[in-house]
């Protein structure tokens, strides 16, 4: 591309949208972000500096007080720690894997799943039994799966144009598949990465124990890995498989959410929740989740001060934590606003990366409501044309039952699972024009929320 | 994000767009691509195997000749080269530059820009004055700018949210400034490199000269770069620069587009052009300019062979050759059209990078025809929402006597000029998914357009 000429990209323009006062004022948010914006630097500490945040750990506990001591320089009207007491799991020593052919040990890129205990210290070496899904599981029976580790292959939809869909459709396999191969006494499990690409990084994230069903290890294997492995069990199907993990829950740890707040000035006991969380998976740096959301909506408060905008309702950054693995965070909030009696008439979730904004995704029938349909057109010369029905975010869904609007804010997905709960999602595969465009877009819905509230 | 339940993502769902025989073949296009597309497989062939692919160089006709071997398996009605004689312009050895503080050499990154003349063998050093735009530069007038390097210090606007509407604003001073500086008596030019990421990358690309003007070196600086040298020049109005580049200029050398057709079965007259350009500059691999377009466009061709599809209207891929610094290949293509007496009815060029696609631009008053009202709907679900008004593209623009619909396909840009013309455009910058996504995209309109025609 070697273009010259100006071209007449007019929809886009930064002169042909209706200019009214909302509109220059959503203008001069991305004015601030794109020349001036902190999000990207704050990004690189967190991540470069600080690293992965898994909860209880103190890298988690070193991102609040950096956060926290951030938003003290933003002259914000208060700025506090909220209390959490987290689940503190720890991977332990890197993982190994392999299955064996004939004698030849075909190692596998294997990682433990979030909340799963260790092998026993010399690894877990059994016959390995493939499934795709809890049916070909039932079906095999106690017989079949007695004593042997249990291999759930099943991938995400690699035809689903929206990647989280594809995700919603496979994760529960990994939360869940060891309960499910437990109670047919298996003896551990190896779950295929969720992800749409096909390379040799695992990808770790939550998985489940029930009281009443013994515990046993998980692992999730990378999708080259399970490739092999699927292939390695057609031709014989007395495989061996072999896997070491030593990772072990602690007791739980004091942690906290981080808060900053800009007072309303007509309405203060209305409040406008926008946040991420702080915690990440410890493989990568937990670049595109969460950081991504934290500086975005972080700069969200900035951006009011540097505009030395004075919102009518109340705006509160609030970073979660535990949103991984427990979301003990959005719980604890979530309750004290209620003993607070505080209002929350809206919450906007980031998490799904730090990618080019589309659009926002609103709980109930809000879609319907006059705010919606006022705010949205404001957003389309900066490409956002995506106004949908849908979740808010795992964090600010703990608020539904006191009636608050929630607003998942919806970037680009394509590329998220390519990054997600992996030793990818690292500090150079977030754009920083991208992350910018994101932090005005939020603040732009934010504005429209603080002047006109949600009816 | 540990999103367990699965979202109600309905906008993008695979299930809610209306069932017409359009929205299936269509919605089978992304199918395709997404879980056997060929693009990104051949995207790393181009790339990592052959590399960059300077017209007249012997990378550029490996990479005809792989082009016509994936299309000969294509089972297409017809592949063909087409001679294009091309400019022949070579880097050289690496370049190198400084500054000088006191006696201590500051070295900065640059490169020639693409056509430009060597240095001397020992490099060029003289005073360097700064300006930003042409009028300063004639405001310096003969007298402050004879026997001096200019230095053309003109950052791309970061506020502007179509980064090519800011490419637009300043791609100028890249191919202008030797001639407005020459004529002046400037020994040199050094040009700030056209990105909006402030980084150590020099970006090249195409420099003019005119016949009547001294032709004099002009180089490119990083961003970082001439950050730095313009707080020297702040700190030392004495200062000098240096640079050497021995790049030259050759005598034209034979090329080649590289076509591949399938035959309309209605109207096999009316002809629908897609395509990219198979060069691409030196610094990187051209991954996403315009590896990306090219790769995209073939799997257009293969969608419809693969999905056995017979489409009324002639479709014809041309890999372009020479569009960065001559457009001999546009021109020798549109040209042999018109000997023809052929009726090219639409071009679709893809060449603003690989990233997920966003819409497409038309010229003239075509966005009122009833074809476009009728496709753009069926593009939604896929989130190409941005119709406009616009430019095709620098290969296809030569077509534009002939009447011919000129298609721009627009992915998200604000990716593409991090990686522009530098040695950053690389393959592992491309997102498999994005640029799958945006092959079903074109696939489908050129599906509606052969289907339908233009009107």
Redesign the interface.
């Known amino acids: ?14 002169t042909t949208f209706c200019q009214t006062s909302d509109s220059l004022i959503i203008r001069k948010f ?2 601030e972000s ?2 001036n914006g902190k999000s990207y630097h704050w990004l690189g500490e967190i991540c470069s500096t600080i690293g992965p945040r898994v909860s209880g750990s103190p890298q988690a506990e070193m991102a609040v007080n950096y956060l926290k001591k951030e938003l003290d320089q933003l002259s914000l009207d208060s700025v506090y720690l909220q209390e959490v007491m987290v689940p503190h799991w720890v991977r332990g020593k890197k993982e190994s894997a392999y299955y064996l052919m004939g004698k030849e040990k075909k190692t596998v890129a294997i990682c433990a799943l979030g909340g799963s205990i260790a092998t026993p210290p010399q690894g877990l070496k059994a016959l390995v039994v493939e499934v795709h899904n809890y049916e070909e599981l039932k079906a095999l029976g106690k017989e079949n799966v007695q004593g042997k580790i249990v291999f759930m292959n099943h991938p995400m939809k ?8 594809a ?3 496979a ?2 396999f990994r ?1 869940a598949t060891a309960m499910k191969a437990a109670a047919l006494g298996a003896l551990g499990v190896v779950v295929r990465s969720m992800t ?2 096909m390379d040799n990084f695992p990808h770790t ?2 998985m489940g124990y029930a009281d009443t069903i013994p515990k046993i290890p998980a692992c999730a294997i990378s999708t080259l890995g399970a490739e092999a492995l699927s292939k390695a069990i057609k031709e014989n199907n007395n495989l061996e498989f072999y896997f070491y993990q030593s990772s072990a829950i602690l007791p739980d740890t004091l942690s906290h959410n981080v808060i900053g707040e800009i007072r309303g000035t007509e309405l203060p006991n209305e409040v406008i929740v926008i946040g991420g969380h702080v915690d990440a998976w410890d493989l990568g740096q937990g670049a595109h ?2 950081g991504a959301g934290i500086v975005e909506t972080m700069e969200v408060v900035r951006l009011f001060k540097r505009l030395n905008l004075h919102p009518k309702r109340t705006i509160r950054f609030v970073g979660f934590m535990n ?3 427990g979301g003990k965070g959005g719980e604890v909030y979530a309750k004290q606003a209620k003993l607070k009696g505080e209002i929350t008439i809206a919450a906007i979730e980031s ?3 730090g990618f ?1 904004p ?1 659009g926002f ?1 609103f709980n109930g029938d809000s879609l319907q409501t006059e705010f919606v349909k006022k705010s949205k057109e404001l957003f389309y ?3 956002l ?2 106004w ?4 808010g975010g ?1 964090d600010i869904n703990h608020l539904e039952d006191q009636g608050t609007l929630l607003i998942g804010f919806m970037p ?1 997905s ?3 699972f ?1 990054v ?1 709960h992996a030793a990818t999602d690292t500090f150079d595969k977030v ?4 992350l910018e ?1 994101s932090a005005a877009s939020m603040a732009g819905l934010v504005y429209m929320l603080s002047e006109y509230g949600i009816k």
């Open positions: 591309m070697n273009r010259l000429i100006s071209c007449l990209f007019l929809l886009f323009s930064t991305f004015d794109l020349v690699l035809e689903y144009v929206s990647t989280f869909e995700y919603g459709e994760a529960g939360w749409l690409s994230g939550a989740d969460d949103e991984e693995n998490d799904e990366g080019t589309r995704s010369p900066y490409g044309n995506q949908g029905k849908g979740y795992s680009d394509q590329r998220y390519e997600h754009s920083r024009r991208e465009m």
